[in-house]
């Protein structure tokens, strides 16, 4: 990648999070880099939003951290006990190339904060309940962590 493509990519990637906090903002999450974090009574609830890493395109990917699980205070997406990505919830749509050659007009950003409310939100909120967490853990199996699969099993896990 040469150095103009880099600039436009950052430049692409601090909008659109600038957007996707004022998305977020009045749900109680708090912004830590390209991490928007909510923290809830039995989990904490991540989006991340980064750089697609062999295109100019954006990944939203988010996920559950249970506090009864894990002890970590500041989960990232990535150690996350169950996740995905907007391309990975809608199927074979891939948000990635949409913002491949994404350029910062109010439609494109509109696009990608509105997938985060109407797809990222409501899954983050649904995998919280025993038959959200259940069919997503049959749907998406490699999403889900073995701490949380042990859980699951065992009962240790206490879900809304």
């Known amino acids: 990648m040469d ?31 390209l991490v928007f974090r909510r923290s809830g009574p039995i989990a904490f609830d991540v989006i991340q939003i980064s ?21 970590d205070t500041n ?3 990535s150690i996350c006990h169950i996740k ?4 990975g919830v809608v199927g074979p749509c891939d948000f990635t190339a949409i913002a491949e050659d994404y350029v910062d007009t109010e ?9 985060v409310r109407l797809i990222a939100i409501p899954w983050l909120d649904s995998v919280k309940t025993h038959n959200g967490l259940t069919k997503e853990a049959e ?22």
Do not use: C, W
């Open 75 to 77: 989960p990232v997406e």
């Open 139 to 160: 749907r998406n199996a490699e999403g889900v962590s073995t701490h949380l699969r042990d859980a699951l099993q065992y009962g240790t896990l206490t879900l809304r």
């Open 3 to 33: 150095a103009a493509h880099d600039v436009r990519s950052k430049r692409m990637t601090t909008s659109l999070v600038k957007k996707i906090g004022k998305l977020l903002r009045p749900m109680h999450y708090e912004k830590f880099d």
């Open 51 to 71: 750089l697609a890493q062999y295109s100019s395109g954006i990944t939203v990917a988010f996920g559950v951290y249970f506090k009864g699980i894990g002890q």
């Open 84 to 87: 995905s990505g907007l391309s």
């Open 107 to 115: 439609e494109a950003s509109a696009g990608i904060v509105a997938a």
